[in-house]
């Protein structure tokens, strides 16, 4: 910043222990600077300036070297107060003469304000001091002597006042100067006593050419190091991201893998080949690991969420089936495939009570013919898997009544029940399994006995050929016979038995 | 040059005195404020307070707004000496006035004393450029 000048002031007094006047400073980085002369025999000492109540600082005193009757003070003060308030010099006694007066700059260094004083005194038509200064800086001086011709500061100096006791022919003033590395301050008088100081002033932030290359050099390192610090910054703040977010590209093959299983396992391929394409896109662009680190964590949730959705879907597809086959005739036979096939796939009991309770909504859109049927079919099926423990044991029922059922269309049903009863029995070692599936067989007929009566009855007369078919001579009769298995585990009740 | 008595030449009891405000004359340069040395007493020397304060407000805007103590001073009693080896008459400071043609400036004072003494508090008002 450069030093301006910014105001003035000054007094003329006589036979006054205290000077005191307004001086208005505006800006900022001020700094106040004080020339307070006197004139006397013996010229006081300067005992303290002040300006708005505050003490400033003494730069000089000098008395000339002649007469030894002027003595020129400089004081300072950096951050003065603005707006108009008084600056009071104190005499340690009243002079015949007092002039005083003061400068205020801004722009100023507040902290190293001032660089090295000068002073001088003496008889001669030009009072000079030079100064030691920089580019940048400001030269200002004071000073008090007798010059009845008046006085006229250097050429290359500015005024900031003059002051002139004309009855004592006692002069005073204050100029400034360009700073250079050499500057000799001048004023002119009429070959008389003089005493006189002065003092560089240094720029805020150093002179306006070093402050320029401070500037740009500070500017340079400022910006370098903001942009290493704002690229280390996103650096850290990216890989803090990418740590944080980010999972092992053994992950991504994972998860990618997940889906393509599900891909190939749903039913619903549209979702998953949606989420398929996704992680492909995101595999194939891998410079962006955040959004594949949370397509990841995605496609994990919602791996692990469609495990059971799989299932449902599948049984779902197999119902879905399931309903449309039994519109048809032999729609009972598909069922049982059906159900077969998820008894089959589906190890929780949970989801196939779910299928067959699906399968019952179906019934009501099945003829009364289907229902039957179809209700028959399902309480032995639900029969048979509450009591069976063994999915051997569930299986091979399921396919004894699928067989049942795929024969049921024709007059030869009971025979093939009784063969896969008896095929049961056979395969079945366990006792109790057996007698599950005996009386789940036993619930289809007592079921379909009422089918048979009225669907069937014609066919089921005495010369049918299922009547034929079940007679004393028939395989069935001479295999349930009183010592077989069966028939000590049938008992008295049974319908099987009758 | 005019010249504007405040408080005329007699002696005064220790208080406070204001004077004013005074219209300033256009073409004003410059006030200087007079205290007159006649029968001041031997105290207040150096080192000990001072038994007179003087000053003068200034108003650029008819009374409006003042600037405060725009010029004053303070004296010890006893005598002066010049260098000449004469007793100092007057104890005076005297100011540049600043907008020579502005109709509106005008001039307040204190006149305050410490001590009882004998003294006439004035103004001279000057015109032109003195330097």
């Known amino acids: 910043m450069a030093i301006a000048f910014d105001a003035s002031s000054s007094i003329e007094a006589e036979s006054d222990a205290s000077v005191e006047w307004a001086h208005t400073c505006t800006g900022s980085d001020l700094i106040l600077v004080v020339s307070a002369g006197c004139y006397a025999s013996t010229p006081p000492a300067v005992s303290g300036v002040t300006y708005n109540a505050a003490a400033m600082t003494s730069i000089w005193s000098v008395v000339d070297t002649d007469s030894g009757d002027f003595r020129s003070t400089g004081w300072y003060k950096t951050g003065p107060s603005t707006g108009a308030n008084t600056i009071s010099v104190t005499f340690a ?210 791996t692990a969420s469609l495990r059971g959705i799989i299932k449902m879907a599948a049984s779902i597809d197999a119902v879905s089936s399931i309903t449309t086959a039994l519109k048809r005739t032999r729609g009972l036979s598909a069922i049982i495939n059906a159900v077969s096939s998820i008894s089959g796939s589906v190890i929780a009991k949970r989801a196939l009570q779910a299928t067959v309770s699906a399968v019952s909504s179906v019934t009501a859109d099945l003829s009364i013919l289907g229902k039957i049927m179809l209700q028959a079919t399902i309480n032995a099926v639900s029969s048979v898997t509450s009591s069976l423990s063994r999915t051997r044991g569930l299986s091979a029922v399921i396919n004894a009544v699928a067989s049942i059922s795929g024969s049921m269309i024709v007059k030869r049903a009971f025979q093939a029940a009784v063969n896969a009863v008896s095929a049961v029995s056979a395969a079945i070692t366990r006792r109790r399994p057996l007698q599950a599936v005996i009386q789940a067989v036993s619930s289809i007929i007592a079921s379909l006995s009422e089918y048979i009566a009225t669907a069937f009855g014609e066919l089921i007369d005495e010369t049918s050929t299922i009547t034929m078919l079940i007679d004393e001579s028939s395989t069935i009769t001479l295999s349930i016979d009183d010592d077989s298995t069966i028939t000590k585990l049938i008992d008295e009740e049974s319908p099987l038995n009758e | 040059m005019d010249k504007i008595v405040a408080y005329e030449s007699k002696d005064y009891s220790i208080g406070s005195r204001t004077f004013g405000p005074f219209q300033v004359p256009l073409k004003c340069t410059r006030a200087k404020l007079i205290a007159s040395r006649e029968n001041w007493p031997e105290k207040g020397r150096e080192g000990k307070a001072p038994i007179i304060h003087v000053k003068i407000d200034l108003s650029l805007d008819g009374g409006k707004a003042w600037i405060d103590t725009y010029v004053g001073f303070t004296a010890y009693g006893g005598e002066v000496r010049k260098v000449d080896n004469t007793v100092s008459p007057a104890s005076t400071v005297a100011r540049a006035l600043p907008e020579p043609d502005n109709p509106n400036r005008m001039i307040r004072g204190i006149f305050e004393n410490a001590e009882n003494l004998k003294s006439e508090i004035s103004l001279e008002l000057e015109y032109g450029n003195r330097i």
Request: charged share 15%.
């Open chain 1, 93 to 302: 006694s009243a002079p015949d003469v007092a002039i005083c007066g003061a400068m205020s700059f801004t722009g100023v260094d507040q902290s190293t304000p001032i660089g090295t004083e000068d002073t001088a005194g003496g008889d001669s038509v030009e009072a000079s001091i030079d100064l030691s200064s920089a580019s940048g800086e400001v030269c200002v001086d004071g000073l008090m002597c007798q010059g009845c011709a008046g006085i006229a500061k250097g050429a290359s100096q500015t005024l900031g006042w003059e002051e002139e006791d004309g009855g004592w022919c006692i002069n005073g003033g204050q100029s400034y100067v360009a700073g250079a590395a050499s500057v000799t301050m001048t004023w002119t008088i009429d070959n008389a006593d003089w005493a006189y100081g002065g003092v560089p002033i240094k720029p805020a932030g150093g002179g306006e050419t070093e402050s320029l290359a401070a500037s740009i050099a500070a500017l340079s390192s400022v910006s370098a190091t903001m942009h290493a610090e704002l690229a280390l910054g996103a650096n850290i703040a990216g890989v803090s991201v990418v740590n944080a977010q980010m999972v092992r590209t053994r992950s991504l093959g994972a998860a990618v893998g997940a889906v393509s299983a599900l891909t190939s396992s749903l039913g619903r391929k549209r979702p998953i080949a949606a989420t398929i394409n996704a992680v492909s896109s995101i595999v194939a662009a891998p410079g962006r690991r955040r959004p594949v680190a949370a397509t990841i964590s995605a496609v994990s949730s919602i």
